[in-house]
């Protein structure tokens, strides 16, 4: 059974920083694109960053551009989010995803959820 599992949110004052991880675990062949996405109270979910498969494409949300870094370890399996100079309307819940191919072919992984509060 294939699962992503987020680590790292919690409560932090604005300007703070804080680093997400988010590793995938099960009988895993490949993975693919990975990114974060989040979901504020009342609001859509968003695409917050994305990585591709090597790791050499990133692309970003403008409203987290120069603050935010996406970078993964393959041999891992895991992607991080480097948040720096956080705002509170950063305050959402960070999901990641991840293309990922098993036993069952390519499928579209999501995680649990970690909750980001920034808040002075």
């Known amino acids: 059974q294939v699962q992503l599992v987020e680590s790292g949110g919690g409560l932090v004052q604005p300007g703070g920083s804080l680093r997400l991880s988010c590793a995938a675990s099960?009988?895993?062949?490949?993975?693919?694109?990975m990114g974060w996405y989040r979901q504020a109270p009342g609001k859509q979910r968003e695409s917050v960053a994305t990585?591709?498969?090597?790791?050499?494409?990133?692309n970003y949300a403008d409203s987290v551009k120069g603050r935010f870094t996406i970078s993964r370890d393959n041999g891992k399996k895991t992607v991080y989010l480097q948040m720096n100079s956080l705002e509170p309307e950063d305050t959402a819940v960070y999901y990641c995803?991840?293309?990922?191919?098993?036993?069952?072919?390519?499928?579209?992984?999501w995680g649990q959820g970690t909750q980001v509060t920034v808040s002075s």
């Open positions: 990585i591709s498969a090597s790791g050499s494409s990133t």
């Open positions: 099960g009988r895993i062949f490949s993975i693919n694109g």
């Open positions: 995803n991840a293309e990922i191919w098993s036993d069952y072919g390519w499928d579209d992984y």
